[in-house]
């Protein structure tokens, strides 16, 4: 996902989509919010930073980049204290993740590893056969 849409989703979880909510939340216009969402501009540095600084459980690395969580702490936060979003942050979190994210590449990496030790196993199978063979033929 672009940052574009990670606001997007912070808009909704934080204040039910109310974009101007948000933006006074996190100390810019409304028009600048409104803008960014009709991908009019992106966000200037300086709104990342009032974003974090209003958010400050929000992992900078699933803001800026689409990797990794939102933030354990913040949908913590926001299932305790905000009962009206819990279905928003009930959902599975790889659905807000970006597509190559980390995650994808785990599950890349674990399917490739049972591949491989899938293979090791019919090695050992062969090997005892082997040694299975070497013993009956010595006696």
């Not at 574009?4 to 912070?10: E, M, P, T």
């Not at 689409?66 to 979190?93: A, C, H, M, R, V």
């Amino acid at each position: 996902m672009e940052i574009d849409q990670q606001i997007k989703y912070l808009i909704t979880v934080t204040t039910n989509g109310n974009q101007r909510e948000f933006a006074k939340k996190i100390g810019v216009k409304p028009q600048a919010i409104n803008n960014l969402i009709n991908r009019k501009g992106a966000p200037s540095f300086k709104m990342i930073q009032q974003i974090l600084s209003a958010f400050p459980q929000i992992d900078p690395n699933w803001l800026i980049l689409g990797k990794g969580s939102i933030g354990t702490t913040f949908k913590k936060d926001y299932l305790d204290n905000n009962s009206g979003y819990t279905k928003i942050l009930s959902e599975p979190q790889a659905t807000y993740n970006a597509p190559n994210d980390s995650s994808t590449l785990y599950l890349q990496r674990i399917a490739a590893l049972e591949r491989e030790v899938e293979l090791l196993e019919k090695i050992i199978e062969e090997k005892d056969v082997l040694i299975a063979h070497l013993k009956q033929a010595r006696n």
